[in-house]
C-alpha cells in the first residue's frame, strides 16, 4: 500500500496520526524504552498538530494553563523550587499538577545501525502540593481536570501531548505488547478510506433506501425506460445515444486516447448536457413538482442519467443481483478465472448481445460493476489471484467492508490498500459487525461456484444450504490456515523446553543459579555451570554438582533429580512439529494441484503419475544404478511428475510446494520424460517408470530446486533423477471440474501425502539440531562443529543471513540458521496473495495470510444474528439475487448504525476527508425537514416514539444510555441533529455559560454554542463523549471564553480612563518607515500605513484610498456596528462570514464573543472624545469581532476618525499593541 507521507497528508488528523505512528514505530526500536518503561504511552511525547480534531479541544485548556502558570504567586514558587520559565506543566484528570521534562533516547535504527532515531519521553514530578492555598488554584485545576478527562488523561501548558492520550481520545485501547503494538500501527497505517467526489458513488440513485421519496419503484424503472425509448426511438442503446459524440471522436482509432475514467466522466457529462434530458425524466417521474421552487441538481440528473442507462440494458438491476443483461458475473464456469478476463467476457457480451458500440461498452461494464461487484474494478489485482477461491473472498470482503462505510471508495482503493485494511475490522465492535454482514455473501457466491451447494429448484438459497456453504468454506480456511501456521510456526527450542520443564515442576529453583562439581569422573572440576544447563545436558539428575556453600541444593529441591530427561522432552516436541510440517505440506501440495487448470487436474487425478526428486549430478565411472546423493545433493524444494494416460505419455510437470507453482511445458516432457518412462523387457506393450537415471540436458533450473527462487525457464542443467512414488490413476468418478471436491479427494491427499513423506524439505534431524540450542560445554566439542558446518552448508544459498551467521557468537549463529531456514521457506501461497508492502507493514506473509484467511471465516452466531427471518429476511433467498451484498445496510437496520460509528471514528482518527454519504441526493424527504424543526423535546418523543419523554433532562440521559440501542428505523441525520440540540440545550442552562451569556448575550452565547457544536463534529454514535459530558466540555468552554471576555472588557474600560496622549500611547511612525514613496495627501499617507501595517499586498493601497476617502466625507457614524461591519466588508473582503472559533492559544476569544463585546463597548464610547480614534482603535482590534481582517478594519476607522479632523498621526505597532491589550 502506498502509506500516507508527510508530503501527501494534508489535514490536520492525518499528520497528526502520521506522528503518532513514527513514536510507536521509533518505541518499537528503542530497548531502553522498551525495558525501562515497560509500553510507555503516557510518556512518549509527541506535538499535538494544529487544526486536529484532538487540538481542537485541547488548545483551550493548552492556553488556560499556559496563563496559569504565569500567575505570579506559581512564578513565585517555581523561582523557589529553580524551574525554569519556560517549563511545561500538565494536569491530569485528578486535577493534580505536574512540572515536566523532556528526556530523550536515541538509538540505531533496528536493521540499520546507520540510521538513528530519537524518542521524546515526560518525565513528569508531582507540583500540586507546592500550589495549595494560591488563591482560586484549586477551582481552576478542576475545570482543567474536566477537560483533562476528555482528553485522555492529561492538558498541556504547551503543545507537547503523549501517545496514551491521544489513543485514549479516539477511544483506541492501548497496547499492551509487542504483537497489539504492531496491530496498532497497521490500524493506523492502512485504516484511512480515499476521498470519493460528490458522484463518485454512482448508484446512488439505483441504491436508494426504502423509505426515499426516489426508490427506483418497478412503476419509476417502467417510467424511466420508456422515456429512455422515446429519446432513443429503440434504435440503439441509450448509453450509445449518450456517447455519440465521445464514438465521432474516436472514429477510427484503436488506441483510446484518454482514460477509461475519463472517458466514464464525458459520457456522463454529455449525458447532462444533452437538450432536457435530465427533465424529461424528471417530470414524467413527477419529482420535485410540489417542491416551491425546487429544482433539481446537477448531481442528481448525473445519477438520474447512470440509472436510465443501466436499467435501458436490464430492468431488473439491482446491487443484490449477480446478473446484468444477462451475463451472470458470478458463474461457476468463471471458477478460478482472473477477474479481467470475466470483465472483459462481460464488455463482449454487451457488445455481442446488447448491441452496444465497442466504446462505449467498457464504460456500462464499470457503471455496472461498481455497485453489483465493485471487486472487480479494485486496481492493481496481482495476476495470481483468481475468482471463487479463497482469494477472492477475502478481498470481497474487504471490499463490502470499504463499500459499507464509504460507497464507491472501493474503486479508488489498490489491492493492497485493501488487503491492509481488512484487518482494520478488528477495531471496533461496529466494524466487526460490518465486516460480519459483507462477508457471508461472498462465501456463499465461493461455495455455489466450486459446485459445494446447490439452489433449490426454484432457484432459490434454504438457510440450511447458506449454513453448508459456511460450514465448506471454514473447514477449507482451516486447513489451509492450519497449513500455513504449521510451516510458519516456530522451531521447538531445546532450551525454552527445559526452562518450562524445570519452573513448573521446581518453580522456587533458580535455573541460572551457578553450580560446580563435587564428585564424578569426566572433568569439570572448579567450572561454573548453571543448573539450566546441567538439565539440558542431562547431568543434574547424577547430584555429582553442588553449590560451593550453603544449603545442599537436592536436599532444598529433591525433585530436581527426578525431572524428565530434556531429550526425551525435545525429541516429541520435534517429532510433532515434523509431523505438522509435513501434514501442512501436503496440504498446500492439494492446494496447488486444485488450482490448476482443468486439463492438467484431470491428468494428475487419471494419470498413472511417477514422481521423482532432483539431485545434482556428479560424473561416475561405475555400471548400473546413479550414485547415492547426500542430503546436500539433494534438490529439497522441487519434484518432477511425469502423468500416462492410456499407454501414452501426456504430461511432465515442475512442482515446487513452497512456491504454490505446479508447470507444464512442452519440452519437460520430451527432453525428460523420455528418459523416465521406459516400455517393459520381453516384448510387453505396457511401460513403466524407471527407477533414476542420469540426464545430461535438461531444461531445468537447479537454483529452484535447490533454493527456492523462482523457476527460470531458459535454463539447462545435468541432473540425476530419482523415483520417489508412483500411482495409478483414480477409478473414482472424476473431480476434476470441482476444484474444491478435488482438494478433498482421497487420490489427491494420497498423492500429496506421499511427496510431503518423501521429499519433505527439511528432515527430522535438521529440525532437531536447528533446535538444539547447545550448552557451553556442547559448543565446545567437535560434535558441534559438524553439525553446524552441515546446517551452514544447508542454508548457504540465502545471502541475506550471512551476516547472522557470520557474527562469531555460536547462539546467535545458531539462531541465525534456524530464523533464516524458515523465512526461506515461507510460502508464497496464492490463495492470499499477499502484496510485499502490505506484508512488511502488518509482519511475516505467512502471518498475515493466516490473519486474513482466520478473518475471513464466518461465525455461527453471525449467521443467527443476520439471516434471523424474524428481522425480516425470508427462509429461502430468491434464485436470481445474492444473498446479501451490499445489500445489506437496507437488510440490516442496526448496520446503519454501525456504519455511522465507524465513519466518524475512522474520519477522526485517520484525518481522511469528511466520508459525506448525504452526496448529491437527500433521501430523506419533507417530513425529516418538518421534524428538524420541532423543538428537542418533541423530536426526541418522535424519533423514539416515546411519548413518556417531556422534559429536556430525559432526552440527555436517553442519547447518553449506551445500552439502549438507537431506534432502527430512525433517520442517522436526524438523531446527531437531536444530539446536538440536546447538547446545546443543556449546556445553554448551565451556569458558566449563563455567566457568559450575561456578557455577551442570550442570542450570541445560544449563536456561539451552535456554532463550536459544529466546529467539534463530535457524533452521536462516538465513545468519547455522551450527550451529558458534550453538554459539560460545552460548559466548561464558555468558561474559558468568559474568562477571556472579563479580561478583555476590563482591559478597554481601563484604556478610557487613561490619558493615549501620553507614554506609552504618544509614539509616531517615522514617516520613512511606512511612507517611502513620500505621499502628501492625507488619505494616501493613511493608506500607506495600513499596507505597511497589514498583512494584505501593497495591491490593496488603491482600495484603501477609496474607502478612507469615502467614509471620511460622509456622515456614517463610526460606532454603529452596521458601517464597521461594511467597512471591515470594503478592506478585508476575503474574510467576510469568516468564523473564528472557540478554543484560540490567544487572549481573545471566538469573532462571535467578540463581536458581541465590540457591540457592547461601542455604546460607551464618544465621537467627540479627544482620544476616540485611539479607543476606536483599540475595540476592534482587542476584541477580534471578525474571523479575521480586525487589524485592516480598525486601522481604517482609526485613519477615518482622524481624516475627518482634518489631520493623520501614524501610529507604530507596540502603540497599537499597548491598545489592542492582547499580544
Aim: proline share 4%; net charge negative; with cysteine.
Amino acid at each position: 500500500m502506498q502509506l500516507h507521507d508527510q508530503a501527501t497528508a494534508t489535514t490536520g488528523d492525518a499528520l497528526q496520526r502520521l506522528a503518532i505512528i513514527e513514536a510507536l514505530t521509533n518505541a518499537m526500536d528503542d530497548d531502553y524504552i522498551r525495558t525501562t518503561l515497560a509500553w510507555p504511552w503516557d510518556l512518549l511525547a509527541v506535538d499535538c498538530i494544529a487544526q486536529s480534531a484532538f487540538y481542537e479541544i485541547h488548545q483551550n485548556g493548552a492556553f488556560h494553563l499556559s496563563q496559569l502558570v504565569r500567575h505570579p504567586e506559581f512564578l513565585e514558587i517555581r523561582a523557589q523550587q529553580s524551574i525554569a520559565e519556560n517549563a511545561s506543566f500538565h494536569v491530569d484528570q485528578n486535577a493534580r499538577v505536574f512540572y515536566v521534562r523532556e528526556d530523550i533516547s536515541t538509538v540505531s535504527r533496528a536493521g540499520n545501525p546507520t540510521e538513528y532515531i530519537s524518542n521524546r519521553f515526560f518525565g513528569r514530578v508531582d507540583f500540586t502540593a507546592h500550589v495549595v492555598g494560591i488563591n482560586d488554584f484549586d477551582k481552576e485545576l478542576k475545570l482543567l481536570s474536566r477537560l483533562a478527562k476528555s482528553l485522555g488523561g492529561f492538558v498541556s501548558s504547551n503543545n507537547r501531548i503523549s501517545v496514551g492520550q491521544w489513543l485514549r481520545f479516539h477511544s483506541v485501547a492501548l497496547p499492551v505488547d509487542e504483537e497489539s503494538t504492531r496491530s496498532l500501527i497497521d490500524l493506523l497505517n492502512f485504516a484511512a478510506i480515499p476521498q470519493i467526489a460528490d458522484t463518485g458513488n454512482y448508484w446512488q440513485l439505483l441504491d436508494a433506501p426504502e423509505t426515499s421519496p426516489y426508490k427506483l419503484t418497478a412503476e419509476n424503472r417502467a417510467i424511466i425506460r420508456r422515456i429512455s425509448a422515446q429519446l432513443t426511438g429503440n434504435q440503439m442503446p441509450l448509453a450509445d445515444y449518450f456517447g455519440a459524440s465521445l464514438v465521432l471522436e474516436n472514429a477510427g482509432s484503436e488506441k483510446q486516447p484518454h482514460s477509461l475514467d475519463y472517458r466514464l466522466q464525458r459520457l456522463i457529462s454529455d449525458a447532462r448536457l444533452l437538450d432536457e434530458t435530465g427533465q424529461s425524466y424528471i417530470d414524467a417521474l413527477g419529482w420535485f413538482a410540489g417542491e416551491s421552487g425546487a429544482r433539481a441538481s446537477q448531481p442528481f440528473i448525473e445519477q438520474l442519467l447512470i440509472a436510465a442507462v443501466l436499467l435501458d440494458i436490464d430492468a431488473e438491476v439491482d446491487t443484490a443481483n449477480t446478473r446484468f443483461g444477462g451475463f451472470d458475473i458470478y458463474s461457476s464456469a468463471h471458477v478460478q478465472r482472473p477477474p479481467a478476463a470475466i470483465r472483459s467476457g462481460l464488455e463482449a457480451h454487451l457488445i455481442e448481445r446488447c448491441k452496444l458500440h465497442r466504446l462505449i461498452a467498457p464504460l456500462v461494464a464499470e457503471l455496472a460493476l461498481a455497485g453489483m461487484a465493485p471487486e472487480y474494478l479494485v486496481r492493481e489485482i496481482p495476476p495470481s489471484l483468481r475468482v471463487g477461491t479463497p482469494g477472492w473472498v477475502i478481498l470481497s470482503q474487504a471490499v463490502a467492508l470499504a463499500e459499507s462505510l464509504v460507497p464507491g471508495a472501493s474503486r479508488h482503493m489498490t489491492y493492497q490498500q485493501l488487503l491492509g485494511f481488512s484487518p482494520v475490522s478488528g477495531f471496533t465492535p461496529q466494524l466487526k459487525e460490518l465486516h460480519a454482514v459483507g462477508g457471508i455473501d461472498p462465501v456463499v457466491t465461493w461455495a455455489l461456484m466450486n459446485g459445494l451447494i446447490q439452489r433449490d429448484a426454484d432457484g432459490n438459497l434454504s438457510l440450511e444450504v447458506i449454513n453448508t456453504a459456511i460450514d465448506a468454506y471454514n473447514r477449507h480456511v482451516e486447513s489451509l490456515s492450519k497449513a500455513l501456521g504449521a510451516i510458519n510456526r516456530p522451531i521447538p527450542r531445546r532450551k525454552a523446553i527445559a526452562l518450562m520443564e524445570l519452573t513448573a515442576d521446581v518453580p522456587e529453583c533458580d535455573p541460572h543459579e551457578q553450580l560446580v562439581k563435587h564428585r564424578g569422573s569426566g572433568g569439570g572440576a572448579g567450572r561454573k555451570v548453571s543448573v539450566l544447563d546441567l538439565y539440558m545436558s542431562d547431568q543434574l539428575h547424577t547430584q555429582d554438582w553442588g553449590r560451593l556453600r550453603g544449603r545442599d541444593i537436592y536436599g532444598q529441591f529433591p525433585r530436581l533429580k527426578d525431572l524428565l530427561p530434556v531429550s526425551d522432552l525435545y525429541e516429541t516436541a520435534i517429532h510433532n512439529h515434523y509431523n505438522d510440517l509435513k501434514e501442512g505440506l501436503s496440504t498446500t501440495i492439494r492446494y496447488v494441484f486444485s488450482q490448476m487448470v482443468e486439463s492438467d487436474r484431470r491428468f494428475i487425478e487419471k494419470g498413472r503419475l511417477g514422481i521423482y526428486r532432483v539431485e545434482a549430478f556428479k560424473p561416475h565411472h561405475s555400471a548400473g544404478s546413479i550414485p547415492q546423493a547426500t542430503r546436500e545433493r539433494t534438490g529439497r524444494y522441487g519434484v518432477i511428475i511425469c502423468a500416462e494416460l492410456n499407454g501414452v505419455l501426456v504430461r511432465c510437470y515442475e512442482l515446487f510446494p513452497l512456491r504454490s507453482q505446479c508447470r507444464t511445458r512442452a519440452e519437460l516432457r520430451d527432453t525428460v520424460g523420455k528418459f523416465l518412462f521406459a516400455q517393459e523387457p520381453g516384448g510387453s506393450t505396457r511401460s513403466n517408470f524407471v527407477e533414476d537415471n542420469g540426464i545430461l540436458d535438461t531444461p531445468l533450473d537447479m537454483d529452484a530446486y535447490f533454493k527456492n527462487s523462482v523457476p527460470r525457464s531458459d535454463a539447462t542443467s545435468a541432473v540425476y533423477v530419482r523415483k520417489i512414488a508412483e500411482f495409478e490413476g483414480s477409478l473414482q468418478p472424476g473431480l476434476s471440474d470441482k476444484p474444491m471436491a478435488y482438494f478433498d479427494s482421497d487420490h489427491i491427499k494420497a498423492i500429496s501425502d506421499a511427496i510431503a513423506q518423501q521429499h519433505p524439505f527439511l528432515t527430522e534431524g535438521e529440525l532437531a539440531d536447528m533446535g538444539r540450542d547447545s550448552t557451553a560445554q556442547e559448543l565446545a566439542s567437535e560434535k558441534f562443529d559438524t553439525i553446524f558446518n552441515s546446517l551452514l552448508n544447508l542454508i548457504i544459498p540465502f545471502k541475506e543471513c550471512i551476516e547472522g551467521l557470520s557474527s562469531g557468537v555460536p547462539a546467535r549463529q545458531r539462531d541465525a540458521i534456524a530464523n533464516c531456514v524458515m523465512d526461506a521457506t515461507v510460502i508464497a501461497f496464492v490463495f492470499a496473495s499477499v502484496p510485499a508492502q502490505v506484508a512488511k507493514a502488518v509482519g511475516k506473509t505467512a502471518s498475515l495470510a493466516t490473519k486474513l484467511l482466520s478473518a475471513s471465516r464466518i461465525g455461527a452466531r453471525t449467521v443467527a444474528s443476520l439471516l434471523n427471518p424474524v428481522d425480516g429476511l425470508p427462509t429461502l433467498i430468491n434464485g436470481g439475487l445474492k444473498l446479501i451484498g451490499r445489500g445489506a445496510i437496507k437488510l440490516a437496520g442496526h448496520a446503519v448504525t454501525s456504519a455511522q460509528i465507524v465513519r466518524g471514528k475512522l474520519h477522526r482518527l485517520t484525518g481522511a476527508n469528511a466520508y459525506n454519504l448525504l452526496r448529491a441526493i437527500d433521501h430523506t424527504g419533507a417530513a425529516a425537514q418538518i421534524r428538524k424543526s420541532l423543538d428537542t423535546v418533541s423530536l426526541a418523543r418522535v424519533l423514539f416514539k416515546d411519548d413518556s419523554i417531556t422534559a429536556l433532562e430525559q432526552v440527555v440521559a436517553r442519547l447518553s444510555d449506551k445500552n439502549i440501542p438507537f431506534p432502527k428505523s430512525a433517520d442517522p441525520a436526524e438523531l446527531q441533529h437531536l444530539f446536538n440540540t440536546a447538547a446545546r440545550d443543556a449546556a445553554l442552562q448551565q451556569q458558566n455559560v449563563q455567566a457568559l451569556g450575561a456578557l455577551i448575550g442570550k442570542d450570541s452565547v445560544e449563536e456561539l454554542i451552535s456554532a463550536t457544536i459544529a466546529m467539534f463534529g463530535v457524533r452521536y454514535t462516538g465513545e468519547t463523549y455522551s450527550a451529558t459530558k458534550y453538554a459539560e466540555l460545552l460548559g466548561d468552554v464558555a468558561e474559558m471564553e468568559t474568562k477571556k471576555a472579563i479580561f478583555l472588557t476590563n482591559h478597554q474600560q481601563g484604556l478610557l480612563k487613561l490619558d493615549l496622549n501620553k507614554a506609552p500611547y504618544d509614539a509616531i511612525l517615522p514617516e520613512a518607515v511606512f511612507n517611502p514613496r513620500g505621499f502628501t495627501d492625507p488619505a494616501q499617507r493613511a493608506a500607506a500605513w495600513m499596507v505597511n501595517g497589514a498583512t494584505s499586498q501593497a495591491s490593496d493601497f488603491d482600495n484603501f484610498v477609496t474607502v478612507l476617502r469615502e467614509y471620511a466625507g460622509n456622515k456614517h457614524s463610526l460606532t454603529d456596528p452596521a458601517v464597521i461591519t461594511q467597512i471591515h466588508k470594503r478592506v478585508a473582503p476575503e474574510d467576510v462570514g469568516r468564523f473564528r472559533g472557540v478554543g484560540f492559544e490567544t487572549k481573545y476569544g471566538s469573532s462571535i464573543a467578540g463581536y458581541a463585546l465590540m457591540e457592547q463597548h461601542l455604546k460607551i464610547l464618544e465621537a467627540t472624545h479627544q482620544h476616540f480614534d485611539k479607543q476606536l482603535l483599540a475595540a476592534v482590534i482587542g476584541f477580534q469581532a471578525f474571523g479575521d481582517g480586525n487589524g485592516r478594519t480598525a486601522s481604517a476607522l482609526y485613519a477615518i476618525s482622524q481624516l475627518r479632523a482634518g489631520r493623520f498621526t501614524p501610529l507604530p505597532r507596540d502603540v497599537v499593541d499597548s491598545l489592542s491589550g492582547i499580544r
